[in-house]
């Protein structure tokens, strides 16, 4: 981490891509704290992704909400950080990092308040849509300041570290949706699932302001309004009639705003190659070689997996299989120690295995995805926690080793100028494919449930689950060969 940064009044640091931060071996006692700040804040952000997923039956009880909602829940999260992230990540490279983390953080500690606080599903929704408006402004500035931050083998493990901060997360939050609200606390039900993250954000804010260092992109022109306009709207037009499409038995509008938001999407394309050297959203030399581009086609799917398999797994174990929310949490928390121990090896690994080790374990997860729904179709309608306890273990370990290497070869060839657009574009991969794996739930899941309690519908429609998500990650191991087949050369 750069030690003038460091040693120097957070109102005062500035890094540019003109002098980037000397690396030691060993990073200072405020390095770590920074780094430790960003990690909680990355924790914050994305356990609310998944924080739901448990405590959606309880919701749903509480709160009166019908399938379309419960879909709403994890949507209205994932639109608005899909639609921003870009727009956050540039607007984080123009006027500053921190600065733009500290806002974020701002509006998602606000916005968890109201979710807490929300009477019915229409308030909660909206809270939830407002907290991914601060997550869009905060997980931008994370990736970008550990990519302009750390260099040599500090900084494959800060990109490992992140990575398994995301692992945990991803399954961290089921967990305590589970525990938060089979504790009750208070009488609250499932509210205290979003009210932790008030204390948690005031001291990202705090500690944050003190030791993560400003950095922007060196010369700091007007943002692209017109380019933010366009990419909110073609994500909208695409995402909204995939997620309502399966309730309106497919009208044709929905047909039409997909086409339309392909075609905005084609004028968003054209409006950036006419702004290329004049502070673009999105710079297009990054889609140069295969690097950046097949590693962010590989977070699509990733994302996309996520979105289909995660809130469908618990609707499985909680009404198939007749499981308690915290018994469901127990269930999330056997995929968890499986992530943990992936993304470990990848942590520790420090880049040196380069795409091999995200590909095997691609490869652990398609078979141990296969075997999943083997058992699961066998007939195991008492199917136990001890009874699925290794291919779920052995999902979460594959899914572990992808994290942190993906990110960190899918940037390291970015230019520290373009580290926040390149950081958002590679963020909202993951949650645009998100948001479009909750959409497939209604043409995978719902439409065969209904939403139906009924066990038998919810085990045969999670196999069906179980068989797209092996597809999605055959075609993200194969993206992955766009990656670096050998490891570049580090030095401590």
Not at 121 to 144: D, E, F, K, N
Not at 296 to 319: D, P, S
Not at 463 to 488: N, R, Y
Request: contains cysteine; neutral net charge.
């Amino acid at each position: 981490m750069s030690s003038s940064a460091l040693d120097s009044e957070p109102e005062h640091t500035t890094q540019t891509s003109n002098h980037p931060a000397p690396h030691h071996p060993r990073m200072a006692l405020a390095a770590r704290i920074a780094l430790l700040v960003l990690l909680t804040a990355e924790l914050m952000d994305i356990l609310d992704q998944s924080v739901v997923l448990t405590a959606l039956p309880a919701i749903q009880e509480s709160t009166g909400a019908g399938p379309a909602a419960l879909q709403w829940l994890t949507t209205g999260y994932s639109l608005p950080v899909a639609i921003g992230l870009i727009t956050g990540g540039r607007l984080g490279d123009l006027y500053g990092r921190r600065r733009l983390l500290l806002i974020g953080t701002v509006v998602f500690t606000t916005a968890s308040l109201l979710c807490g606080l929300a009477a019915g599903p229409g308030v909660l929704i909206g809270a939830r849509a407002l907290q991914g408006v601060g997550v869009a402004l905060m997980i931008p500035q994370i990736l970008a300041t550990l990519h302009v931050t750390f260099e040599g083998r500090n900084r494959s493990k800060a990109f490992g570290l992140y990575g398994a901060v995301l692992s945990i997360a991803n399954v961290l939050g089921p967990v305590m949706g589970g525990l938060l609200t089979e504790a009750d606390l208070f009488g609250l039900s499932w509210r205290p699932i979003f009210l932790v993250n008030v204390p948690v954000g005031l001291a990202v804010l705090v500690l944050g302001r003190k030791f993560v260092p400003e950095s922007t992109e060196k010369k700091a022109n007007r943002p692209d309004l017109t380019g933010m306009a366009l990419s909110a709207l073609a994500i909208v037009l695409i995402i909204f009639p995939l997620t309502e499409g399966h309730l309106h038995d497919w009208p044709l509008w929905c047909f039409a705003l997909l086409g339309a938001g392909l075609l905005v999407l084609a004028v968003f394309l054209r409006h950036q190659r006419r702004k290329q050297g004049n502070a673009p959203l999105v710079p297009l030399s990054l889609f140069q070689g295969r690097q950046f581009p097949g590693g962010t086609a590989a977070q699509l799917m990733h994302g996309l997996l996520c979105g289909l398999f995660f809130m469908t797994w618990t609707l499985y174990l909680q009404r198939a299989l007749g499981m308690s929310p915290f018994q469901a949490a127990l269930a999330f928390v056997l995929l968890s120690v499986g992530e943990l121990a992936g993304a470990t090896i990848a942590a520790k690994s420090a880049g040196r295995f380069a795409r091999r080790l995200p590909q095997t374990g691609a490869l652990i997860t398609i078979a141990a995805t296969v075997g999943y729904g083997l058992q699961i179709a066998a007939g195991q309608a008492d199917l136990t926690l001890l009874g699925m306890t290794v291919p779920v273990v052995l999902i979460g370990f594959g899914l572990g080793m992808v994290s942190g290497p993906l990110a960190d070869m899918s940037l390291a060839k970015v230019p520290h100028d373009d580290a926040g657009a390149a950081s958002g574009l590679f963020n909202t991969a993951m949650h645009l494919g998100i948001a479009l794996g909750t959409a497939l739930t209604a043409l995978v899941f719902f439409a065969t449930t209904d939403g139906s309690p009924d066990a038998d519908l919810n085990r045969d429609a999670f196999i069906t689950v179980l068989w797209w998500v092996g597809s999605l990650l055959a075609l993200m191991w194969a993206l992955m060969f766009c990656l670096p087949k050998k490891a570049d050369n580090q030095t401590d």
